[in-house]
């Protein structure tokens, strides 16, 4: 077995919470010993307590000297003791904070090389779920957990050494009730963990239907159907209530009995009955029974007190679980320095291109042609043919299944990102702006061009007039004090691609959700930065791109015909067919067209 095998295996054997928190497991652990070692110190004036009391109640009477020393190790071991505890909790939350932190930006860069087919099969509540709920599940875990365990086992432990070193008959039968409440407290958990799984999947199912039901408020309330809305969020909710009660319901039972069993009056009960039963024996002093009555009941607080945190530990795992998953997730890689390549001109091959999102949905196959520097290609055919599938394949959101993609000779996945999106510029039909200043929405791509690049941008967009009219101009922040129009937010997109200065552009239908206005200006922003560039035109309509030098025509995911308008009618295939159908209107021409 190789290394690498080696690490893969560890990994497996290693738990999901292992390997979420493993960059902070040293500091976990040591925040964890100090508390234990300050739960231990604080217990110290419960002996000098019980010794007092014995000195009080004995023959021998009081010894001043041995009263003073009992107080002053007594009292500084508490401040003592709370001090390490308090160390301990500033050393978790310190740890916490880096984990956060670094789980957070670990998990946006992770996705930010995902294929784009990986979220088409997720809703965004799952997503939502791990980076922004199971995080701060993980707050519970990292910043209470370890010193919690910490406090109650150094308890628990000084305790136990404590009475064992008065009595080791008594102690034995002292802690009797501690190993019910651990036989007990074992089967709760066994029947835990049996529906933990259906309970998480609960709620995830509450949080897919609440941002379903949210992103598509406006739709239910158009065409009235909030019955049905809710009732996807109605049926989630039920799901989870069912999940709830098979979660809860074979706790109750064995839980009652483990809390019966170490309440502090059963713990000094037992005490008592086995104290005076010993004492009756003469195998131990009265006086001998009371450091047992005053240390034993205290060693419950720090029992129930993991019980509870014990659940904290049974959802931590399914938070790390499912942030994990995000972390492992399949990624584009990147060509290594020695794979790296230059393209050799702009020139654009698809060689017997597949593609499916899984293996049951197969989008694309054998698809082939070439883009020419300096031409214009389209590709048209019925929804759902591929096309946006193919061009975001050029743009390597994903790669081929089969077959390759080359940029200037180049296999795209030997071409690094920064500089393949320096060769291929794109204008989709889906506009994304970023939550911040126009300024940096247009140099998104490019954040060390100046303030005239960028404007000069924007003015070839037909967008400077309209930022200029912003209340801070450029520095306006989308979504604040920058509010776009659909056509107004595609301009910046515009700009955005035209500050790269690409050889070769991608238009998917960049005018479909624009207004008639607004679509005049994002055609003659387009005619005029595509002007000596090549293109590939994705086209939902045919008039737009009649003028192009080939046609490509997808129909199921292939290649159907291939040509140029006239070519294409002639022959009296799909195209001809979708022509007659109404894909020609006198009205519009697509600017582009004319390049």
């Known amino acids: 077995m190789d290394t690498h095998d080696s690490a893969s295996a560890k990994t497996k054997v290693r738990g999901p919470i292992s390997q979420v928190l493993n960059p902070i497991r040293g500091r976990l652990i040591v925040a964890a010993m100090l508390a234990a070692v300050g739960a231990m110190l604080t217990l110290v004036p419960l002996a000098g307590i019980a010794h007092i009391a014995r000195m009080a109640l004995g023959d021998a009477g009081i010894a001043p000297g041995e009263v003073w020393w009992a107080v002053i ?4 071991s508490l401040c003592a003791g709370m001090l390490l505890i308090s160390a301990g909790e500033l050393l978790a939350h310190l740890a916490d904070n880096r984990i956060t932190h670094h789980l957070r930006l670990a ?8 294929p784009l087919g990986w979220f088409t099969s997720r ?10 709920d199971d995080i701060n599940t993980l707050h519970s875990l990292t910043a209470h957990f370890y010193t919690t365990v910490g406090r109650a086992v150094g308890a628990v432990l000084i305790s136990v050494v404590y009475l064992f070193s008065m009595d080791w008959r008594m102690a034995i039968v002292s802690t009797l009730p501690f190993a019910g409440f651990f ?16 309970f998480a ?5 509450i949080d897919n239907a609440v941002v379903e039901f949210v992103n598509g408020i406006a739709v239910v309330k158009s065409f009235s159907a909030s019955g049905k809305a809710h009732s996807s969020y109605r049926e989630a909710i039920d799901d989870f209530a069912q999940a709830f009660i098979g979660f809860t319901r074979p706790l109750v039972t064995p839980m009652a009995n483990a809390n019966a069993m170490i309440a502090p009056v059963t713990v000094l009960g037992v005490v008592l009955v086995f104290g005076t039963l010993f004492v009756v024996l003469g195998w131990i002093a009265p006086l001998d029974v009371l450091p047992f009555a005053l240390v034993t009941p205290g060693v419950c607080g720090p029992l ?8 904290d530990l049974n959802h931590a795992t399914g938070a790390a679980r499912r942030v994990q998953a995000l972390l492992d997730t399949p990624v584009l890689e990147q060509p290594a320095p020695g794979m790296q390549r230059s393209p050799a001109g702009t020139e654009i091959r698809l060689e017997h291109v597949g593609y499916g999102y899984d293996a049951g949905r197969q989008v694309l196959s054998d698809v082939s042609f070439t883009l020419k520097p300096g031409t214009t290609t389209a590709i048209v055919g019925r929804s759902g043919a591929g096309k946006s599938t193919l061009a975001r394949l050029l743009l390597r959101f994903f790669d081929p299944t089969t077959g390759r993609i080359t940029l200037g000779g180049v296999d795209l996945r030997h071409i690094e990102t920064s500089s393949l ?4 510029g794109f204008v989709l039909q889906e506009v994304r702006l970023i939550h911040a200043s126009v300024r940096d929405n247009i140099a998104l791509g490019r954040p060390s061009a100046s303030q005239q690049q960028i404007e000069a941008a924007a003015r070839t967009a037909n967008i400077h007039e309209r930022i200029l009219d912003l209340p801070r101009g450029y520095e306006s922040v989308i979504g604040e004090d920058a509010q776009f129009s659909g056509g107004e937010q595609q301009r910046v997109s515009i700009a955005r691609a035209v500050l790269l200065d690409p050889p070769v552009l991608v238009l998917d239908e960049a ?3 624009a207004d008639a206005e607004s679509e005049v200006a994002i055609q003659d922003a387009l005619s005029r930065f595509a002007e000596g560039r090549t293109l590939l035109v994705i086209a939902h309509r045919l008039d737009t791109v009649m003028h192009a030098d080939q046609i490509i025509v997808l129909d199921n995911g292939s290649v159907l015909e291939q040509g140029r308008h006239g070519e294409l009618l002639a022959r009296g295939g799909l195209y001809a067919r979708l022509w007659a159908q109404g894909g020609y209107s006198h009205s519009e021409e697509l600017a582009v067209s004319s390049c």
């Not at 190790?73 to 500084?76: E, I, K, Q, T, Y």
């Not at 036989?183 to 259906?198: G, P, V």
Request: charged share 15%; aromatic share 6%; net charge positive.
């Open 511 to 513: 005018t479909a959700a």
């Open 421 to 424: 999106y320096r060769h291929i």
């Open 304 to 311: 129930l007190l993991l019980h509870y945190i014990t659940h």
């Open 183 to 198: 036989l007990f407290f074992a089967r709760a958990m066994k029947a835990s963990e049996a529906n933990i799984q259906n």
């Open 107 to 114: 998990i946006v860069r992770r996705l930010s090389r995902v």
């Open 73 to 76: 190790v007594g009292v500084a």
């Open 201 to 205: 999947a609960g709620m995830g199912r």
């Open 123 to 132: 809703a965004s509540g799952e997503v939502k779920q791990a980076m922004q």
